[in-house]
């Protein structure tokens, strides 16, 4: 062993030995592996990684049980998957056939969330960025509800007052930011811009990292519903992922429950998982 892989391994301290039907898997594979997984401790890493290679091993017992078929993939540009692999996927395909989602299914999962396929609102703005440091965060504040009340006496110097004033590239037109969808501006941004109407200049001062903003909201475009044909197919294709997911758990947990299985818990749900591995 490398004295790099020496101190990795290092990392994690001596736990319970993890088997699966009497076959352990060994300590130094399991902290290798836990660099792929990534967590707030090197414990949790450690865990993520012994359920990965439990159920791993759980699998191929499994697919060697049943004498499944070893054929192995190759992708376009000439990599094979491994025996391993290629055992895992024809055992899991075989266990778990799936039938694709129905028309009457995915109608059902539309209906029922028609939140998730309407468009984006879209916001036509423009702003006045006062810059602020701690020194000049009075007087920065001061400028900007100054600005205020002299845009909202006369609301057609703003363009002018940007290309004074802002401390924003978007100056050089005016502020205008052009259209704007919901995540592409700071939250506290947002929140005050979408609940102001069109036509509407702020009455205070924004304040967000990067100074006082004085916002303009010049129009707003309402997102629509999304047509059921034009979104049947992402319907279908998480459909099927989540029905495969839940297919998958199900036929683990079934094998699991028939299995022993020492040296880790493998639902990261449970609280004694972790203390299983210390």
């Known amino acids: 062993m490398s004295a790099c892989a020496a101190e990795k391994l290092e990392a994690f301290p001596r736990r319970k030995n993890v088997s699966v039907n009497g076959v352990t898997i060994p300590h130094q594979l399991i902290a290798r592996e836990a660099q792929n997984h990534r967590a707030g401790t090197p414990a949790q890493a450690f865990a993520a990684a012994g359920r990965a290679l439990a159920?791993?091993?759980?699998?191929?017992?499994?697919?060697?049980?049943?004498?499944?078929?070893?054929?192995?993939?190759?992708?376009?540009?000439?990599?094979?998957?491994?025996?391993?692999?290629?055992?895992?996927?024809?055992?899991i395909a075989r266990a778990t056939p799936q039938d694709a989602p129905d028309e009457d299914s995915c109608r059902r999962y539309y209906d029922n969330n028609l939140r998730r396929f309407r468009s984006a609102d879209i916001y036509e703005a423009a702003h006045i960025l006062i810059a602020a440091n701690p020194e000049s965060e009075a007087t920065a504040q001061e400028a900007a509800r100054d600005l205020i009340v002299a845009l909202k006496r006369d609301p057609s110097g703003f363009a002018g007052a940007a290309r004074a004033c802002s401390a924003c590239p978007s100056r050089e037109n005016g502020g205008n930011l052009g259209q704007i969808t919901r995540g592409q501006m700071v939250p506290e941004f947002e929140r005050a811009l979408f609940a102001m109407a069109p036509g509407d200049i702020s009455d205070e001062p924004v304040r967000t990292r990067f100074g006082y903003h004085v916002l303009r909201l010049d129009?707003?475009?309402?997102?629509?519903?999304?047509?059921?044909?034009?979104?049947?197919?992402?319907?279908?294709?998480?459909?099927?992922?989540?029905?495969?997911?839940?297919?998958?758990a199900g036929y683990i947990a079934h094998l699991a429950q028939q299995a022993k299985i020492e040296g880790i818990v493998l639902s990261p749900d449970k609280a004694e998982d972790q203390r299983s591995m210390s």
């Open 55 to 91: 159920i791993r091993e759980l699998l191929l017992q499994e697919a060697r049980r049943l004498g499944v078929t070893l054929a192995p993939e190759q992708d376009d540009e000439g990599r094979r998957e491994t025996d391993e692999d290629a055992l895992i996927r024809a055992l």
């Open 219 to 248: 129009r707003k475009i309402e997102g629509v519903t999304l047509p059921f044909e034009l979104v049947r197919e992402r319907i279908s294709a998480f459909l099927d992922e989540t029905r495969a997911r839940q297919a998958i």
